[in-house]
């Protein structure tokens, strides 16, 4: 089993940064691709951005290209994901994911273990 715990979200305004951590336990995930979710009032659960299982590989959604920059730490079983230029919009619920294999499926069902997400809210 993995547990993943997010930390780093919050109250930021619009042009600001945040630094998303997804701590994981459990078991090494160095075998599992990593990719972060959110979800937003009212509205599903959408991908936003995948590392593979050495971070050579990243894909992120369309409306975060140029902005977020997701990166892992394998030596410290934890990935990262940077957020630039934030946007109103990109205020919602950010959950990190991981499944077992190094590609990176953007449907929520591919991945089995999730964290219990955190707020990033973005003031305009």
């Known amino acids: 089993q993995v547990q993943l715990v997010e930390s780093g979200g919050g109250l930021v305004q619009a042009g600001g940064s945040l630094k998303l951590s997804c701590a994981a336990s459990?078991?090494?995930?160095?075998?599992?691709?990593i990719s972060w979710f959110r979800q937003a009032p009212g509205k599903e659960r959408e991908f936003v951005a995948g590392?593979?299982?050495?971070?050579?590989?990243?894909h992120y959604a369309e409306s975060v290209k140029g902005r977020f920059s997701s990166s892992r730490d394998n030596a410290k079983n934890t990935a990262y994901l940077q957020m630039n230029g934030l946007k109103p919009e990109d205020t919602a619920v950010y959950y990190c994911?991981?499944?077992?294999?190094?590609?990176?499926?953007?449907?929520?069902?591919?991945?089995?273990?999730w964290g219990q997400g955190t707020q990033v809210t973005v003031s305009s």
């Open positions: 994911a991981a499944r077992s294999g190094c590609s990176i499926p953007f449907n929520t069902a591919a991945y089995a273990y």
């Open positions: 590392i593979s299982c050495s971070g050579g590989s990243t």
């Open positions: 459990g078991r090494t995930v160095s075998g599992y691709a």
